[in-house]
């Protein structure tokens, strides 16, 4: 069992797996940065993906050091991540009147 979670993720699935790994993280942060800066989503949307982004941050510099496989944190990060933009579309349209 390899000590880096990333070393692990490239030696099970090779560099294409290595890639989609990180381009997973990347993209659940970009979409936190875009909850984030949206003027429509309440100001608590807004916090909880500032706060899910120093999670995101924290999980992969944490995973540099240990293997990812027994701590879910990461991965309820990155599905959490994606409930927010809906979350703040449909908080939107609520005020708007399309509910």
């Given amino acids: 069992m390899a000590h880096n979670a990333y070393i692990s993720v490239a030696a099970e699935m090779g560099v294409p797996g290595l890639l989609l790994f990180l381009g997973s993280l990347i ?45 879910q944190h990461l991965w309820f990060t990155v599905f959490i991540s994606m409930c927010l933009p809906p979350l703040s579309i449909r908080f939107a349209r609520s005020q708007a009147g399309l509910y």
């Fill in 27 to 71: 993209a659940a942060y970009l979409s936190l940065e875009q909850t984030y800066k949206s003027k429509l989503a309440p100001r608590l949307i807004r916090r909880t993906a500032v706060a899910l982004q120093a999670s995101l941050v924290g999980n992969s510099v944490a995973i540099c050091f240990i293997s990812a496989e027994y701590h």
